[in-house]
């Protein structure tokens, strides 16, 4: 898998009043990425951010996508909530109508869906809920992209309906040797140098470290990084630096899928 092109996609506007998460500088970090997953109000984000991070993206080329999660603010959406599969599917048509209105409202459309934390494990490996989001996303928004894990039950979903679905990688993520991300809720401080040395690695090769010590097959079309990781602006001047030198073109997803 040696890519040519590839998207940069970052978790923004992931505050909530005049509450923001330490170290995270979405002024900056939307300069290095190609597109924005935005806080839709139930794990964070209020009215008034979703607008200014809407228009921020706008401003600066970038990629808008919704960013649904559990409703739960407390515990940042990444604890998984019980409930029936409509009521869940609701939450997230709830949430993804909000950036669609704050998109129209900035001249934009809605580029992509990506769910939060513990809803987008879930999703993961939950069947007949990813068929249910699946579904709601073909009646409402057909062209819009989903963004998952490759080996997902969300992808393998996705791409039989025909729904536009875009993998990824986690540049700032571990990975187990079944290809899935190690879903963590505390990530130290990292070395920014070691994690875009992983991304051009896996870029060129198809290749991921796991933390059993194997080496495992990923194929993606954007790369993840966290706002709320330590030091996540260093990792992303890292990251479009280490792109660059290697020849890789960073483009948001609407122009990787043609539009």
Same mark, same amino acid.
Request: glycine fraction near 10%.
């Given at each position: ?30 300069? %290095? ?9 139930? &794990? ?15 401003? &600066? ?40 209105? %704050? ?12 769910? &939060? ?15 249910? %989001? ?12 989903? %963004? ?61 470290? !796991? ?30 630096? &280490?792109? !660059? ?15």
């Amino acid at each position: 898998m040696a890519v040519q092109a590839i998207d940069v996609n970052c978790d923004m506007g992931e505050g909530f009043g005049v509450w923001q998460l330490r170290e995270t500088d979405d002024d900056t970090l939307i300069q %290095f990425v190609s597109s924005a997953n935005i806080a839709t109000g139930f &794990h964070a984000g209020d009215p008034s951010l979703m607008d200014r991070t809407v228009r921020m993206a706008v401003e &600066h080329g970038v990629g808008v996508g919704a960013h649904p999660g559990y409703r739960d603010m407390q515990g940042f959406g990444r604890r998984r909530i019980d409930g029936s599969i409509p009521e869940l599917v609701n939450d997230i048509v709830y949430q993804v109508g909000a950036i669609r209105e %704050f998109a129209k409202r900035h001249g934009t459309s809605l580029q992509h869906v990506k769910p &939060h934390g513990a809803l987008y494990m879930e999703l993961a490996v939950n069947e007949e809920f990813s068929d249910a %989001f699946v579904r709601y996303m073909r009646e409402v928004q057909p062209d819009t992209a989903i %963004f998952c894990m490759g080996m997902s039950v969300t992808y393998e979903i996705a791409k039989a309906a025909g729904q536009p679905v875009i993998r990824e990688f986690f540049a700032d993520r571990d990975y187990a040797d079944d290809g899935s991300i190690v879903f963590t809720r505390r990530v130290g401080r990292l070395d920014p140098e070691a994690i875009a040395e992983k991304v051009v690695k896996a870029c060129r090769m198809g290749k991921v470290a !796991t933390v059993n010590g194997n080496e495992v097959d990923i194929e993606f079309e954007s790369i993840c990084f966290h706002s709320d990781t330590l030091g996540s602006t260093e990792i992303a001047t890292a990251l479009r630096r &280490h792109l !660059t030198e290697s020849g890789i073109r960073i483009v948001p997803v609407s122009q990787m899928l043609g539009r």
